[in-house]
Nanobody, 114 residues
């Protein structure tokens, strides 16, 4: 089994920054993909960004140039640095890891509001 725990959400003003962290533990393949999805209020869950163990990244068009995903393979930890935040970034952010299966965290709320 794999456990996924996120941290770092909160309330921030438009134009501000937040950093999300996510740690995975348990039976994890040395080759895996970690990433973030988000679910805005009343909308479907959508991909934000993901990163492989080799460092290959993928971003949603809506966050390119503002968000940066990175990871520490030794710690099975992924980070999402979010800059120039907009009200439309408000959502519950979910971390996941794809190893032998897909495992999800419980989600962390990000609210961008003045």
């Amino acid at each position: 089994q794999v456990q996924v725990v996120e941290s770092g959400g909160g309330l921030v003003q438009p134009g501000g920054s937040l950093r999300l962290s996510c740690a995975a533990s348990g039976s994890i393949s040395s080759r895996n993909v970690m990433g973030w999805y988000r679910q805005p209020p009343g909308k479907q869950r959508e991909l934000v960004a993901d990163i492989t163990t080799f460092g290959h990244t993928n971003y949603a068009d809506s966050v390119k140039g503002r968000f940066t995903i990175s990871r520490d393979n030794a710690k099975n930890t992924v980070y999402l640095q979010m800059n120039s935040l907009k009200p439309e970034d408000t959502a519950v952010y979910y971390c996941y890891i794809y190893t032998t299966d897909t495992f999800w965290g419980q989600g962390t709320q990000v609210t961008v509001s003045s």
